[in-house]
């Protein structure tokens, strides 16, 4: 998706018109048709220009940027924005903490895995990714909480879309932290099933 689209998605997920955000950046004639410019692509704004527009939207300046999948903040972002263009194509799964798993069963593990997928599609089963960077494996199961939060209700999708906005390294869960208390329920209850 390129910067003009999401500048005018997330302005408008701010209830903002064109002429407003213009203005916060600082143009004074015209605002409105430069933003417009910059939405419709026929303008792309400069490094310091998105800094400001990101500002004044209140969002992380990699939420607007096209991303560089070259680093695990750009893959990130990049399945941000394909989760907001295709809902329901893309679903993470959350996967059994190692200390919630059952014991080993002859010479295998068997995962257990917890998804929120709707259907599986032409008969087949879901597949699971995963990489042998922890990092990247921490920030998929991040997303994973919190696409499971939001199509189980628990938040909408007002927050949901913020939360990857406002999305960041820092803000992911480290490995050491514990599950999230409706997440930890939830694998309990799978523990009583059993």
Not at 51 to 80: H, Q, R, S, W, Y
Not at 150 to 174: A, D, M, P, V
Request: include cysteine; glycine fraction near 4%; hydrophobic fraction near 40%.
């Amino acid at each position: 998706m390129k910067i003009g689209e999401k500048i005018k998605r997330v302005r408008l997920h701010r209830h903002m018109k064109q002429r407003e955000l213009g203005e916060l950046v600082g143009f004074t004639d015209g605002a409105a048709n430069r933003i417009a410019q910059y939405e419709s692509s026929f303008r792309v704004p400069k490094e310091d220009m998105v800094k400001k527009i990101a500002a004044a939207l209140n969002v992380a300046e990699c939420a607007l940027l096209e991303p560089d999948t070259g680093n695990l903040e750009g893959i990130m972002e990049t399945l941000f924005w394909l989760d907001e263009d295709m809902p329901d194509v893309l679903r993470c799964s959350l996967t059994m903490p190692l200390d919630k798993r059952p014991a080993e069963i002859g010479s295998a593990t068997v995962p257990v895995i917890q998804t929120n997928a709707k259907t599986v599609p032409f008969n087949t089963q879901p597949t699971m990714l995963w990489s042998e960077n922890d990092l990247l494996n921490c920030l998929l199961n991040t997303y994973a909480v919190m696409q499971y939060r939001y199509h189980t209700g628990r938040i909408t999708h007002e927050k949901y879309f913020e939360w990857k906005l406002q999305w960041s390294f820092s803000s992911t869960i480290t490995h050491s932290s514990p599950l999230p208390a409706d997440i930890e329920a939830l694998f309990q209850n799978s523990d009583d099933e059993q």
